[in-house]
């Protein structure tokens, strides 16, 4: 049996770690160990982008039941607030595996159309507009709370169907949702979370409830009309499911993305002055930005069985942290990695998006929110700066990863 190497110094979740993601990795020998356990976690870390294709491409060995688990033990409270509130320890589809996977996945993609996501584009062009319309070009702005955070909760929400009133006690939902699954949150603040996430779901009940009385034409209503052709297909309860899934993934996953794409290209002059003068570029740095500074560094699975991957012997149960941001950068897939580069052939070869059976719903909807983020900033904007000498914020959680704030300057 070949032994596991082990990093005890390995904290995704250290000071250090969440402000350089990429400085920790360049210390560890991943070369040597591509795989190996870390203690500060309970977690085998898996670093290569082949090992991390073949845990995607086999559900039967390895379980998505570990997507969303708290990252700690929960106190007991907060454990009993969330099961009262109808928040499982497997909460959702990203979650599941066949055949629950399957029964919320179905009906998702049929409702998901790419006519749908195509009839988004004006809206969130408008929404562009109305967001950079809004900026005083005068003084530095910060990117986040001007554009990259109201946009995609803009987008999904109303693609989802929330009436606009409730849209900000959504968005502080998903702040809970982030640090207790993917975050180390202090025992009084997880029962504060808790709590927040039994209103969450409580609320997305209500909402199909009311929805099911007066139809409406959006996604929710698309999911009502599925329920209508066979109620035993899809209840109330997986259509509110669904759409727990969808205002999360659809959120923070595209307000990051758009912050450290509008980042890497600002950090070097000569990038942003070639997307300026050749907007056909915006959708390879989407692309390259999903490679080398992923908003998604991390997914996580859990071994059904023993198994053994990239040469590693996996007991049964052994949780993977699927360090998918290490991946984009492995260098047997893309070479010179550690250069961000708009001519890159093979930057959609990344895995940001999972793969397999949990491929992300929304990769094209956000993209397309982001490379239109871009081409409104490069249009309007084509002097747009970093402001100079600012330590960029980022949410203490492994899983979700962009700029909280980041401060720039028109002229
Ligand atoms: C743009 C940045 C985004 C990134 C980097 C991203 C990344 C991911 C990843 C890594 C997964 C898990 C894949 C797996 O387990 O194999 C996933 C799943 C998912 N994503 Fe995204 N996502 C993004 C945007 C979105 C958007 C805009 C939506 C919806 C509006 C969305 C909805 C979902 C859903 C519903 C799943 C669960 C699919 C399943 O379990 O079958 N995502 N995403």
Request: net charge negative.
């Amino acid at each position: 049996m070949s032994a596991v190497p082990v990093q005890p110094g390995f904290d995704p979740l250290a000071e250090g770690f969440l402000a350089d993601p990429f400085a920790a990795m360049g210390e560890l020998p991943l070369a040597e160990q591509p795989i190996f356990f870390a203690p500060a976690l309970g977690y085998y870390v898996v670093t290569r982008y082949a090992d991390i294709e073949a845990v995607f491409l086999d559900p039967g060995t390895y379980s998505a039941g570990a997507a969303q688990l708290p990252l700690v033990p929960l106190v007991e409270e907060a454990g009993r607030i969330l099961l009262a509130g109808g928040h499982k320890p497997q909460p959702s589809m990203v979650s599941l595996d066949p055949p629950a996977h399957t029964r919320l996945r179905r009906p998702t993609a049929r409702a998901f159309t790419p006519r749908r996501v195509a009839e988004m584009e004006p809206r969130i062009q408008a929404t562009d507009d109305a967001l950079l319309d809004a900026v005083d070009p005068a003084a530095p702005f910060d990117l986040v709370a001007a554009l990259t955070f109201p946009l995609p909760a803009t987008i999904v929400f109303s693609f989802m169907g929330v009436p606009e009133d409730d849209w900000p006690r959504l968005r502080a939902w998903c702040g809970s949702r982030a640090s207790l699954a993917w975050g180390r949150p202090a025992p009084e603040e997880q029962v504060e979370h808790a709590r927040n996430m039994a209103a969450y779901r409580g609320y997305l009940r209500d909402l199909v409830a009311a929805k099911a009385g007066a139809r409406t034409d959006d996604f929710a209503g698309a999911l009502l009309a599925i329920h209508d052709e066979d109620p035993e297909q899809l209840s109330h309860e997986e259509i509110a499911s669904i759409l727990f899934s969808l205002s999360f993934a659809g959120h923070e996953t595209t307000n990051y993305l758009i912050g450290n794409l509008v980042r890497r290209l600002l950090e070097d002059r000569a990038r942003w002055e070639r997307v300026v003068a050749d907007p056909a570029l915006i959708a390879s740095a989407v692309d390259e930005t999903l490679r080398y500074d992923t908003s998604v560094p991390v997914w996580r699975r859990i071994t059904r069985r023993a198994a053994t991957l990239g040469g590693v012997d996996l007991p049964e149960g052994a949780k993977l942290f699927l360090w998918l941001a290490a991946s984009g950068r492995d260098a047997s897939v893309f070479p010179e990695p550690e250069r961000f580069d708009l001519d890159r052939s093979n930057a959609r070869r990344s895995l940001a998006f999972g793969k397999g059976i949990h491929y992300c719903v929304g990769a094209s909807l956000g993209k397309l929110e982001a490379r239109l983020a871009i081409a409104g900033l490069a249009r309007r904007f084509p002097d747009l700066r970093l402001v100079e000498g600012q330590e960029i914020p980022f949410h203490p959680n492994i899983s979700f990863r962009g700029p909280l704030e980041l401060w720039v300057r028109a002229a």
